[in-house]
């Protein structure tokens, strides 16, 4: 599909269908690397002599921020190496085949993990019960630590801005704190950083992008394809105002770059008394206690 809109032979003649969405390729891609290149230089995300480690899901998002990541590395001002790992969970019916072929196809390196934690999530959830944090909990400590032998220096993840807000109110409405995702995350032991390149890119941009893009896409059957899940939910309700009220998406991820502790009400973030702010809570990577199987240490991303 990208072959076709962008590298179409000069022999066949070109439809204005397919003028336009050459245009709109051409534009979306600018506008994504804007918005790539502006997290990371605001978070300090990459630095010169980095080993970016690039975590490949086979959804759409994974596959934009390696698009964007890999166009980006070529006008980079500093030089940092890229690699691109994905982690075959044994999933019943997937595609083995796709994402090595596509890899391939770019010319870069990879790796792909396999380990069956799909058999432990089956084993160790209940029936009907949310699947989701005891198979991130296993896939993010087995990459982390592949990252850790391997002397990567930062963990790239395909978290976008609605991904942000959605946590910030999961949260909000299921957690009692106020706490998002963070465009950078440190582990306090100092084996692992994790930046999320697309942190100010909207999804719906990185969707249209994918689909124009013609990216061998993977669905996600173990937890994405679960229904009644509280971040769908979150999902839609967001969809629902970006329809009704254009801009109130960007508004709200805008206040969570713009915070003021003093006018919450977190004691350890402000100290009330003397008027100035604190240095308040930090958690970042945690170990994991779940003994499930020996895959090394399992950490947490706590989001």
């Known amino acids: 599909m990208s072959e076709a809109i962008t590298a179409r032979s000069e022999l066949q003649p070109v439809s204005d269908q397919e003028r336009r969405q050459k245009l709109e390729l051409n534009k979306l891609q600018k506008r994504l690397r804007r918005e790539a290149g502006q997290a990371?230089?605001?978070?300090?995300?990459?630095?010169?002599?980095?080993?970016?480690?690039?975590?490949?899901?086979?959804?759409?998002?994974?596959?934009?921020?390696?698009?964007?990541?890999?166009?980006?590395?070529?006008?980079?001002?500093?030089?940092?190496?890229?690699?691109?790992?994905?982690?075959?969970?044994?999933?019943?019916?997937?595609?083995?085949?796709?994402?090595?072929?596509?890899?391939?196809?770019?010319?870069?390196?990879?790796?792909?993990?396999?380990?069956?934690?799909?058999?432990?999530?089956?084993?160790?959830?209940?029936?009907?019960?949310?699947?989701?944090?005891?198979c991130s909990r296993l896939r993010r400590g087995i990459l982390y630590n592949f990252a850790e032998a391997h002397g990567v220096t930062k963990i790239a993840l395909g978290h976008h801005r609605d991904d942000l807000l959605?946590?910030?109110?999961?949260?909000?409405?299921?957690?009692?704190?106020?706490?998002?995702?963070?465009?950078?995350?440190?582990?306090?032991?100092?084996?692992?950083?994790?930046?999320?390149?697309?942190?100010?890119?909207?999804?719906?941009?990185?969707?249209?992008?994918?689909?124009?893009?013609?990216?061998?896409?993977?669905?996600?059957?173990?937890?994405?394809?679960?229904?009644?899940?509280?971040?769908?939910?979150?999902?839609?309700?967001?969809?629902?105002?970006?329809?009704?009220?254009?801009?109130?998406?960007e508004t709200m991820f805008r206040a969570i770059c713009n915070v003021e502790p003093s006018h919450l009400a977190d004691p350890e973030l402000y100290d009330f008394k003397e008027g100035k702010r604190l240095g308040g809570k930090r958690q970042a990577v945690v170990q994991s206690a779940e003994p499930a199987q020996d895959f090394g240490r399992l950490d947490v991303l706590n989001i």
């Open 166 to 249: 959605e946590t910030l109110f999961l949260n909000m409405f299921y957690g009692g704190k106020l706490k998002s995702m963070p465009p950078v995350l440190h582990s306090d032991d100092g084996r692992n950083t994790v930046i999320r390149p697309l942190a100010y890119a909207r999804e719906k941009d990185i969707a249209r992008y994918a689909s124009l893009r013609g990216y061998p896409i993977i669905p996600c059957n173990l937890c994405g394809s679960q229904e009644n899940l509280q971040r769908q939910v979150i999902k839609e309700m967001f969809q629902t105002w970006d329809k009704q009220h254009p801009g109130r998406l």
């Open 40 to 134: 990371i230089a605001d978070f300090s995300m990459i630095e010169a002599g980095d080993k970016v480690m690039c975590c490949l899901s086979g959804g759409k998002d994974s596959y934009a921020m390696l698009d964007i990541l890999l166009n980006l590395q070529k006008s980079a001002p500093v030089r940092f190496e890229i690699i691109a790992v994905n982690l075959d969970q044994k999933q019943p019916g997937f595609p083995e085949h796709v994402l090595p072929a596509y890899l391939e196809s770019l010319g870069i390196e990879y790796h792909i993990i396999e380990k069956d934690t799909y058999s432990i999530v089956k084993e160790k959830v209940p029936e009907g019960k949310t699947t989701c944090g005891l």
